[in-house]
């Protein structure tokens, strides 16, 4: 049996996250202690690695719980894990364009200053800019 300090070293999710989890239904309710301490087994330490690392993988908490589900239901076809996982990684493809594009814009505005009096400054000039803001982020896709 483990403690929720336990649970929260091993895993690195702090104290109050994991009894965020267990509030919404990611993680069950724990067994107490007579004392009322919450006690976890082994196999919750591997569910809660579980939902860490998908959080890593910038999963929504939705999407977990998802593939929690079939976790639990293992003659559930594959395919039904590998449709979230393409989702996440679409919405990852979908981030990066938009960096790569925030990225040029950035650098455009920076190459375009020449450093001189903040009454000529490019950076400022395009922050004001609200119409070229709005093309760029339409541009973007944001």
């Known amino acids: 049996m483990h403690t929720i300090g336990t649970l929260s070293k091993r895993t690195g999710t702090k104290v109050q996250t994991i009894r965020y989890y267990e509030q919404i239904g990611l993680m069950r309710e724990p067994v107490r202690s007579s004392g009322g301490q919450r006690r976890y087994h082994d196999a919750d330490l591997d569910r809660l690695a579980f939902i860490r690392h998908s959080r890593q993988l910038g999963f929504p908490l939705d999407a977990i719980r998802e593939l929690l589900d079939l976790s639990d239901a293992p003659s559930r076809p594959c395919a039904d894990a590998d449709a979230i996982a393409r989702r996440q990684l679409r919405q990852v493809e ?27 400054c490019r950076v400022l ?14 541009e973007i896709g944001a």
Do not use: F, N, P, Y
């Open 94 to 120: 979908l981030r990066i364009e938009r960096l790569r594009a925030l990225r040029k814009e950035l650098k455009r505005m920076v190459d375009d200053c020449d450093g001189d009096s903040v009454a000529e």
């Open 125 to 138: 000039e395009v922050l004001r800019d609200h119409s070229e803001c709005l093309t760029q982020h339409e």
